[in-house]
Nanobody, 124 residues
Framework: QVVLVESGGGLVQPGGSLRLSCAAS????????MNWYRQAPGKRDFVAGI??????LYADSVKGRFTISRDYAKNTMYLQMNNLKPEDAAVYFC???????????????????WGQGTQVTVSS
């Protein structure tokens, strides 16, 4: 059973920063591609992803502002978010593919394990 737990969300002013964490159980972090998604009312969007080999992919809307990374020692994936904008406000989810599926892709339908989400609010 794979368990993903997000943390690090909160309230931040426009232009501020947050770092989200996704703690993973087992060896999923090293054996699978993992993504971040965000969900605002009515839609779920791809944010960033990282393959098991370290390749990364970003949504155009966050390029240059967000950075995805992994720490194998801590079994945790991160999303560093800088220069936050009101439109970044959403519930952020991490997701992982099944073990062995290593390529990063945007579609949420390709990801099998999901965390419970963490709320990010960007407001002055």
């Amino acid at each position: 059973q794979v368990v993903l737990v997000e943390s690090g969300g909160g309230l931040v002013q426009p232009g501020g920063s947050l770092r989200l964490s996704c703690a993973a159980s087992g060896s999923i972090l090293s054996s699978s591609a993992m993504n971040w998604y965000r969900q605002a009312p009515g839609k779920r969007d791809f944010v960033a992803g990282i393959g098991s080999g370290g390749s990364t992919l970003y949504a155009d809307s966050v390029k240059g502002r967000f950075t995805i990374s992994r720490d194998y020692a801590k079994n945790t994936m991160y999303l560093q978010m800088n220069n936050l904008k009101p439109e970044d406000a959403a519930v952020y989810f991490c997701a992982a593919k099944k073990p062995g599926r290593v390529g990063v892709e945007r579609s949420s339908r390709l990801y099998d394990y999901w965390g419970q989400g963490t709320q990010v609010t960007v407001s002055s």
